[in-house]
C-alpha cells in the first residue's frame, strides 16, 4: 500500500476552515482515501473516504485530485471540539490487512 | 450499545505475566483488529482477522496471539509480558477490510 506523508501539526484559530493535506505518490487504481479522526484517550474514529473529485459529509469536505498522489481533508469553520489527531490511510478495495495508520496530524484549535 | 467493547479497561500487571484482553464487537462485522499504540501515539497494527484469514503483522512478537471463539470476539493473549509491552491496546472492527472501522476505547497497559 502506498505510503503517506502528512504535516506533523498544525494549529488554527476558532472559526476557521482547516485544511490538511496528505501526499501518497504510490497510490494505484485500487486504492482509496480514508481519514480517521482520534481523540485523547479514545480509539480513532471514520470521519470520510473517497476516491476522486470532491466527497463531502456533515463533518469535512475530502478533494481528491486528477493524478490521485494527494488529497485534502477540509473541516470548515472548527471549533475547539475539533482537537484531535487527523490521520490520512490509503486502503485497498480488496484484501485484509488494509488499515495502515501513519503518524497523523495534530490539529490543535486555539480560542 | 456500545458497537466494539474491550475489557479491561485499565490492566496494571508484573513482568512476565501472562494477560489477556477481551473485545467483543456486536456490529455483525467479519473482520477484526488488534492495534498497539505507544507513548509516542503512533497507531501499529498488530492483526487483522476475518472468519478465512489471519494476517500477522511480522514485527509483532509471537507472545501475542490472537484468539477468536467465534465471529464477534477477537481477544488478545500476552506471554512473558515485558516493560516493552506497556502501550494502550486498541481493538477494531468493519465489515471488510476496506470499510469503515469501528474501534473499542482502548485497554490501557502497564507493565511494572
Given amino acids: 500500500l502506498a505510503k503517506t506523508t502528512q504535516p506533523i501539526s498544525m494549529d488554527s484559530y476558532e472559526g476557521q476552515e482547516v485544511n490538511i493535506t496528505c501526499s501518497h505518490n504510490n497510490i494505484a487504481t485500487n486504492d482509496y482515501i480514508t481519514w ?4 485523547p484517550s479514545q480509539g480513532p474514529r471514520f470521519i470520510i473516504q473517497g476516491y476522486k473529485t470532491k466527497v463531502t459529509n ?3 469536505s475530502l478533494f481528491i485530485p486528477a493524478d490521485r ?3 485534502t481533508l477540509s473541516l470548515p469553520r472548527v471549533s475547539l471540539s475539533d482537537t484531535a489527531v487527523y490521520y490520512c490511510l490509503v486502503v485497498r478495495l480488496t484484501g485484509a490487512n488494509n488499515l495502515f495508520f501513519g503518524t497523523g496530524t495534530r490539529l490543535t484549535v486555539i480560542p | 450499545d456500545t458497537a466494539v467493547s474491550q475489557t479491561p479497561k485499565y490492566l496494571v500487571t508484573q513482568m512476565g505475566n501472562d494477560k489477556s484482553i477481551k ?3 456486536n456490529l455483525g462485522h467479519d473482520t477484526m483488529y488488534w492495534y498497539k499504540q505507544d507513548s509516542k501515539k503512533f497507531l501499529k497494527i498488530m492483526f487483522s482477522y476475518n472468519n478465512k484469514e489471519l494476517i500477522i503483522n511480522e514485527t509483532v512478537p509471537n507472545r501475542f ?3 477468536s471463539p467465534d465471529k464477534a470476539h ?3 493473549h500476552i506471554n512473558s509480558l515485558e516493560l516493552g509491552d506497556s502501550a494502550v491496546y486498541f481493538c477494531a472492527s468493519s465489515l ?3 470499510t469503515e472501522a469501528f474501534f473499542g476505547q482502548g485497554t490501557r497497559l502497564t507493565v511494572v
Avoid: D, I
Avoid at chain 1, 480517521?36 to 481523540?39: E, G
Fill in chain 1, 36 to 39: 480517521y479522526q482520534q481523540f
Fill in chain 1, 58 to 60: 456533515e463533518v469535512a
Fill in chain 1, 69 to 71: 498522489k494527494s488529497s
Fill in chain 2, 23 to 25: 473485545c467483543e464487537q
Fill in chain 2, 65 to 67: 496471539s490472537p484468539k
Fill in chain 2, 74 to 76: 477477537l481477544n488478545l
Fill in chain 2, 96 to 98: 471488510t477490510g476496506f
